[in-house]
């Protein structure tokens, strides 16, 4: 069974640093792509960042590029998004999301199979 995890979210003011964690389970990473999408009440989700297999290729969306990064620790089954010198428009819940299974794990940043259950970021102005 595909179980992923979100947790780390808060709040703190712009300009500020928090860092997300995703604990996953059920499936190899080698064979899929590992990311984080955000969702606003009453908006479309916007795929914020994803990871290629172990180590693999990166994408970012446009608006956190430079800010945010993501990382894995395949060991401890674990992907984690560095979010630096947040906004108040980061503000969301954000969910750690698989992709590969229907969709090709290149499409990571637009599409996911599976998606754990979000976190909520808050970023005070």
């Known amino acids: 069974e595909v179980q992923l995890q979100a947790s780390g979210g808060g709040l703190v003011q712009a300009g500020g640093s928090l860092r997300l964690s995703c604990a996953y389970s059920g499936f190899s990473f080698e064979d899929y792509a590992i990311g984080w999408f955000r969702q606003v009440p009453g908006k479309e989700r916007e795929g914020v960042s994803c990871?290629?297999?172990?180590?693999?290729?990166?994408r970012y969306g446009y608006s956190v590029k430079g800010r945010f990064t993501i990382s894995s620790d395949y060991v401890r089954n674990m992907v984690y998004l560095q979010m630096n010198d947040l906004k108040p428009e980061d503000t969301a819940v954000y969910y750690c999301?698989?992709?590969?299974?229907?969709?090709?794990?290149?499409?990571?940043?637009?599409?996911?199979?599976?998606r754990g259950q979000g976190t909520l970021v808050t970023v005070s102005s």
């Open positions: 990871m290629l297999s172990r180590g693999g290729t990166t």
């Open positions: 999301a698989m992709t590969g299974q229907n969709h090709p794990p290149i499409q990571c940043l637009n599409e996911y199979d599976y």
